[in-house]
């Protein structure tokens, strides 16, 4: 296959390109191996064994299926910026090798508006996608043992997965104990990033050391991949070169995050972050924006957004906003856990330095 990126002009591009255990193979665009330039990159299978033609930047596979998440970064937020984003979008290509020569028309799916439901279920169907993808993946010699179990719940290569009723309801109950598992670990999870403020790197030091392989001389880490992909998605190769991101379980007072209470996070002048900020909540039981909410995010661009007089800005998270606050308030539900990312783009020297620090979430009474 084909991944044909043009070059960037206004609009910024990042992205990456994950085997089908997320691991990155290759990041594009600015940060990545284009370097902004554009460039065709050709995504090769696990049996492939001949040359790679010339001009391609070649991304082998260890697994057949795959994906590509990329976001295009406007300049601002002004109609001619996103105009010319949307524009440089649809450049985008990607067809198989076979049609180089003629290229078949590209289509761009507008979302807007539409409830895209991604929300992974932890229940007996989860065991359903696991015998699929155990028929069409080749298996890696890390896998062998796990290979081992799975034929015991009737999952193998070259075998239709036909479970019985008792089986499907222990299967279950199996995936609702694994969910329950991954929300408790994930709160203790990270590492901190500031050793006097709450906020964490969102996953062990392994995942940037293995390149989020999960795999080292001595052991293969499956719970901490378990966990990490319970929270996020789609990692980058290179971890801080475009995009990073922090999260927390817990305000100042080190009391965890409940939707029922109002909290503001203050946030300080002079973000490092050379494209734009920006500040998302998540549901702790789906790790996904909250369902029906009016508002997931607050970032930079909003020119809405009320900005005080020294540079800073106070955001507010909670069921309902302060008075007069609207324009800086991210909905909550009463009774539910969350949690947030706060998002560099474009990430600066005074994150890395730690001379810039972000506040922690203050409750309100």
Do not use: C
Request: glycine share 8%; no cysteine.
């Amino acid at each position: 296959m084909v991944l044909d990126i043009p070059p960037a002009r206004e609009a910024a591009l990042f992205g990456t390109v994950l085997d089908a255990w997320q691991v990155p193979l290759v990041d594009v665009g600015g940060a990545g191996e284009d370097q902004g330039k554009g460039g065709k990159y050709l995504l090769l299978p696990p049996d492939y064994k001949g040359q790679v033609p010339a001009g391609y930047i070649p991304v082998p596979s260890k697994t057949y299926n795959g994906f590509v998440a990329l976001r295009v970064i406007t300049k601002t937020e002004k109609p001619e910026d996103i105009r010319d984003a949307i524009a440089y979008l649809k450049q985008l290509k990607s067809y198989p090798f076979s049609k180089e020569n003629s290229p078949p028309e590209q289509r761009f799916i507008d979302m807007a508006d539409t409830l895209w439901d991604g929300i992974v279920r932890f229940d007996a169907s989860y065991y359903t996608s696991l015998a699929r993808m155990v028929n069409e993946e080749p298996v890696q010699p890390r896998d062998l043992e796990i290979m081992g179990m799975l034929r015991l719940l009737g999952i193998e290569k070259g075998a239709e997965f036909k479970p019985d009723t008792a089986t499907l309801a222990t299967l279950s109950a199996a995936a609702q104990e694994t969910h329950a598992w991954f929300m408790d670990k994930l709160v203790t999870f990270g590492v901190k990033f500031w050793p006097d403020r709450g906020w964490d790197i969102p996953a062990p030091p392994i995942a940037a050391r293995t390149l989020f392989t999960w795999e080292t001389p001595e052991y293969f880490d499956v719970d901490a991949r378990g966990i990490a992909f319970f929270s996020f998605y789609a990692p980058p190769k290179k971890l801080g070169a475009a995009t990073f991101y922090l999260g927390t379980f817990f305000d100042a007072g080190g009391q965890r995050l409940s939707g029922e209470n109002t909290y503001r996070l203050r946030v300080p002048a002079d973000v490092p972050a050379k494209q734009f900020w920006s500040l998302n909540i998540y549901d702790l039981e789906t790790a996904s924006f909250i369902r029906d909410a009016k508002r997931i995010g607050i970032d930079s661009y909003d020119q809405k957004m009320k900005r005080n007089a020294d540079g800073t800005v106070d955001l507010y998270v909670g069921p309902q906003p302060p008075a007069g606050q609207e324009a800086n308030w991210l909905p909550t539900v009463a009774g539910r856990g969350w949690f947030p990312f706060f998002r560099f783009y474009g990430p600066e020297k005074p994150l890395f330095d730690k001379s810039w620090k972000l506040s922690d979430f203050e409750k309100m009474q």
